[in-house]
């Protein structure tokens, strides 16, 4: 049974910083991309970041380039969102995702149950 679990969400003042966490158990996801996706009030699940199975390639939303940053250690089977500068915008359930380096949160196979992040003004 594949699980992916986030961790490190909560609640922060504007321009304060968080690292999420998502540790991936029950499959070995060295050979898979992961990447990170946020849903905020009334919002379509988006994109925010993606890592490839090395970790040489990355990618980033629009809007969270220059703030975000997205790593893997391989040997823990675990992947990090480091939040800097955070803005009221970027409140959302934050999901971890693995199976898939693409944009659409379709192509994604595996998700976590998601963590709470809430940025206050």
């Known amino acids: 049974q594949v699980q992916l679990v986030e961790s490190g969400g909560g609640a922060v003042q504007a321009g304060g910083s968080l690292r999420l966490s998502c540790a991936a158990s029950?499959?070995?996801?060295?050979?898979?991309?992961m990447g990170w996706f946020r849903q905020g009030p009334g919002k379509e699940r988006e994109f925010v970041a993606a890592?490839?199975?090395?970790?040489?390639?990355?990618s980033y939303a629009d809007s969270v380039k220059g703030r975000f940053t997205i790593s893997r250690d391989s040997a823990k089977n675990t992947v990090y969102l480091q939040m800097n500068s955070l803005k009221p915008e970027d409140t959302a359930v934050y999901y971890c995702?693995?199976?898939?380096?693409?944009?659409?949160?379709?192509?994604?196979?595996?998700w976590g149950q998601g963590t709470q992040v809430t940025v206050s003004s």
């Open positions: 995702a693995a199976g898939s380096s693409l944009v659409s949160p379709a192509r994604w196979p595996y």
């Open positions: 029950g499959h070995t996801f060295s050979g898979y991309g």
């Open positions: 890592i490839n199975w090395s970790g040489g390639s990355t």
